[in-house]
C-alpha cells in the first residue's frame, strides 16, 4: 500500500515537473492577449500558429480569426482548461499566438534604424533591468518616444518573453532591441559613432532637465536595485539625476526611463 502510494506521489511529481517543462519551453515563443495577437498580425511577422479558446467568438476575437486566415495562419481550438495550463499571464483574453523565438538585432541595425528616419540615432541602455514587467513597459515608452533602438545585456537581466510582449502592448514588435555580451563594449561602440551617454544616478548633482539632451544620444537605465554598475557608470559622458522629495529615494525603472525619454522628447521639439 506504502509502495502504491510512493508510486503515484513520483508519478504526479513527474506529471507536474513534464508541464513545467512544456511551459518553458513555450514561454519565449508565445503572444498572449488580443491586442498583442493583433499588433503581431498587423506586423507581417512569423506566426506558427494561434490559440483560441473553444467558444470565443464576440469583439475583436473574430477580427483574429479574420486576419489569421487572410494571412493563412494556423487556428487551433482548445478548450479553457488546457489554454490556461498553456497561459503564462491570466488575463490572457483566450488567444495565444505561437511565434518562432524574439529575433534580436545588432547595434549597428539601430544606428541603421536612425538614418533611414533620417534623424539623430536616439538608443536606451538597459544596464540589468530584471524585471520583465519593467522591461515592457519600457519598450512601451521607448516605442511611442521615438526611440529608434534598445540594447539590454545576456545576463542577469530580463529577456523578451510573452509577458514583456503583453505588457509592452505589443510594441516589441516595432521595436529593434539588441542582446549583447557586454554594455560597456556597446557603449564605445555608440561612441564612436557620435552619440553621447547619459547616465542616471541618485547621486549626481545635476538634474535631468538642466542637461542639454538633443543630438544623437544613449540613455544608461540602472538595475532596479542598485542602479548603473560603476564600470557603465564611469563610460558614461555625464550623468543626470530625477529630484526626489519624498520619503522614498528611488523610482519604478520604467518610470525613470519615461521621465528622461520625454525630456529628450521636449528638448527636441523645443529646438
Given at each position: 500500500?506504502?509502495?502504491?502510494?510512493?508510486?503515484?506521489?513520483?508519478?504526479?511529481?513527474?506529471?507536474?515537473?513534464?508541464?513545467?517543462?512544456?511551459?518553458?519551453?513555450?514561454?519565449?515563443?508565445?503572444?498572449?492577449?488580443?491586442?498583442?495577437?493583433?499588433?503581431?498580425?498587423?506586423?507581417?511577422?512569423?506566426?506558427?500558429?494561434?490559440f483560441?479558446?473553444?467558444?470565443?467568438?464576440?469583439?475583436?476575437?473574430?477580427?483574429?480569426?479574420?486576419?489569421?486566415?487572410?494571412?493563412?495562419?494556423i487556428?487551433?481550438?482548445?478548450?479553457k482548461?488546457?489554454?490556461?495550463?498553456?497561459?503564462?499571464?491570466?488575463?490572457?483574453?483566450?488567444?495565444?499566438?505561437?511565434?518562432?523565438?524574439?529575433?534580436?538585432?545588432?547595434?549597428?541595425?539601430?544606428?541603421?534604424?536612425?538614418?533611414?528616419?533620417?534623424?539623430?540615432?536616439?538608443?536606451?541602455?538597459?544596464?540589468?533591468?530584471?524585471?520583465p514587467?519593467?522591461?515592457?513597459s519600457?519598450?512601451?515608452?521607448?516605442?511611442?518616444?521615438?526611440?529608434?533602438?534598445?540594447?539590454?545585456?545576456?545576463?542577469?537581466?530580463?529577456?523578451?518573453?510573452?509577458?514583456?510582449?503583453?505588457?509592452?502592448?505589443?510594441?516589441?514588435?516595432?521595436?529593434?532591441i539588441?542582446?549583447?555580451?557586454?554594455?560597456?563594449?556597446?557603449?564605445?561602440?555608440?561612441?564612436?559613432?557620435g552619440?553621447?551617454?547619459?547616465?542616471?544616478?541618485?547621486?549626481?548633482?545635476?538634474?535631468?532637465?538642466?542637461?542639454?539632451?538633443?543630438?544623437?544620444?544613449?540613455?544608461?537605465?540602472?538595475?532596479?536595485?542598485?542602479?548603473?554598475?560603476?564600470?557603465?557608470?564611469?563610460?558614461?559622458?555625464?550623468?543626470?539625476?530625477?529630484?526626489?522629495?519624498?520619503?522614498?529615494?528611488?523610482?519604478?525603472?520604467?518610470?525613470?526611463?519615461?521621465?528622461?525619454?520625454?525630456?529628450v522628447?521636449?528638448?527636441?521639439?523645443?529646438?
Amino acid at each position: 500500500m506504502k509502495k502504491n502510494y510512493k508510486e503515484k506521489k513520483s508519478n504526479q511529481n513527474k506529471k507536474v515537473q513534464n508541464v513545467e517543462k512544456r511551459k518553458e519551453i513555450i514561454y519565449d515563443d508565445q503572444v498572449e492577449g488580443r491586442n498583442s495577437v493583433l499588433e503581431l498580425l498587423e506586423s507581417g511577422k512569423d506566426i506558427n500558429k494561434i490559440f483560441i479558446t473553444k467558444g470565443e467568438r464576440h469583439g475583436s476575437i473574430n477580427k483574429i480569426i479574420a486576419m489569421a486566415k487572410e494571412k493563412k495562419v494556423i487556428i487551433v481550438e482548445k478548450d479553457k482548461r488546457k489554454m490556461e495550463e498553456m497561459a503564462q499571464t491570466e488575463n490572457y483574453q483566450g488567444v495565444i499566438a505561437i511565434v518562432p523565438p524574439f529575433e534580436y538585432c545588432e547595434i549597428e541595425d539601430i544606428i541603421e534604424e536612425a538614418n533611414k528616419r533620417e534623424e539623430d540615432p536616439f538608443v536606451v541602455i538597459l544596464d540589468g533591468i530584471e524585471d520583465p514587467h519593467n522591461l515592457g513597459s519600457i519598450i512601451r515608452t521607448a516605442e511611442t518616444a521615438g526611440v529608434h533602438g534598445i540594447i539590454i545585456p545576456k545576463r542577469r537581466a530580463a529577456s523578451v518573453n510573452s509577458t514583456v510582449n503583453k505588457v509592452s502592448a505589443g510594441a516589441v514588435e516595432h521595436m529593434k532591441i539588441a542582446r549583447v555580451n557586454n554594455i560597456s563594449d556597446s557603449i564605445e561602440k555608440l561612441k564612436k559613432v557620435g552619440l553621447w551617454i547619459c547616465g542616471t544616478d541618485i547621486n549626481t548633482d545635476k538634474y535631468y532637465y538642466n542637461q542639454d539632451l538633443t543630438g544623437p544620444l544613449g540613455i544608461v537605465i540602472g538595475n532596479e536595485g542598485s542602479g548603473i554598475s560603476e564600470k557603465v557608470k564611469k563610460n558614461c559622458d555625464f550623468l543626470v539625476k530625477i529630484p526626489m522629495k519624498g520619503k522614498v529615494t528611488s523610482l519604478n525603472a520604467s518610470v525613470s526611463t519615461g521621465i528622461i525619454v520625454y525630456e529628450v522628447v521636449k528638448q527636441k521639439i523645443i529646438k
